[in-house]
T-cell receptor
Framework: KAGVTQTPRYLIKTRGQQVTLSCSPISGHRSVSWYQQTPGQGLQFLFEYFSETQRNKGNFPGRFSGRQFSNSRSEMNVSTLELGDSALYLC??????????????FGPGTRLTVT | GENVEQHPSTLSVQEGDSAVIKCTYSDSASNYFPWYKQELGKGPQLIIDIRSNVGEKKDQRIAVTLNKTAKHFSLHITETQPEDSAVYFCAASPPYYGGSQGNLIFGKGTKLSVKP
């Protein structure tokens, strides 16, 4: 079974621009969570989507948004990019069905650099 | 909200020795505690997890223990090998209404170096 895939793997943007990152979960997984990883703050939860609905949200400004499609694929968008948004953005998928639903499997991430 | 502290931040051991990484959490309602291994240029890989109704879990050379009263959990790696070198993260999952467990709160990570 293929793992979580994220595109693009690397991205360079300029301050003020917006960016869209894509995540395809493991086949059959219905929950998708997004995390930001930086050297200073570590791994921080952004939001979680299940059945095309945002089910949980972390403490990030409204510039960070996401959505999930009917096939469970998810996108996240960051508008008005700031230098501090430079980070590795990780997507994780979960089966979300019964006892195994807690396990989250991460993709390789998208490395975003804002200049 | 939940807060997870992880120690040590760096750990260096000789091949064949054991390694122990410890984490504490603050929210007594947290009920799921996974451990991840992250190698350079890759996403975190789930290596073992434990739920709050279990005190210990083992998978070959890796084990995790949980003390709910003290609110701490630990990762134990025995017979370490050079390929165990990586950054290890602990996490806690506080429950969220609606059944969501998608919110993992991570520790800051431990860089493990295994010297041949």
């Amino acid at each position: 079974k293929a793992g979580v895939t994220q595109t693009p793997r690397y991205l360079i943007k300029t301050r003020g621009q917006q960016v869209t990152l894509s995540c395809s979960p493991i086949s059959g997984h219905r929950s998708v969570s997004w995390y930001q990883q930086t050297p200073g703050q570590g791994l921080q939860f952004l939001f979680e989507y299940f059945s095309e609905t945002q089910r949980n949200k972390g403490n990030f400004p409204g510039r960070f948004s996401g959505r999930q499609f009917s096939n469970s694929r998810s996108e996240m968008n960051v508008s008005t990019l700031e230098l501090g948004d430079s980070a590795l953005y990780l997507c994780a998928s979960s089966l979300d069905a019964g006892i195994s639903s807690y396990e989250q499997y991460f993709g390789p991430g998208t490395r975003l650099t804002v200049t | 909200g939940e807060n997870v502290e992880q120690h040590p931040s760096t750990l260096s051991v000789q091949e064949g020795d054991s390694a122990v990484i410890k984490c504490t959490y603050s929210d007594s309602a947290s009920n799921y505690f996974p451990w991840y291994k992250q190698e350079l240029g890759k996403g975190p890989q789930l290596i073992i997890d434990i739920r709050s109704n279990v005190g210990e879990k083992k998978d070959q050379r890796i084990a995790v223990t949980l003390n709910k009263t003290a609110k701490h959990f630990s990762l134990h790696i025995t017979e370490t090998q050079p390929e165990d070198s990586a950054v290890y993260f602990c996490a806690a999952s506080p429950p969220y209404y609606g059944g969501s467990q998608g919110n993992l709160i991570f520790g800051k990570g431990t860089k493990l170096s295994v010297k041949p």
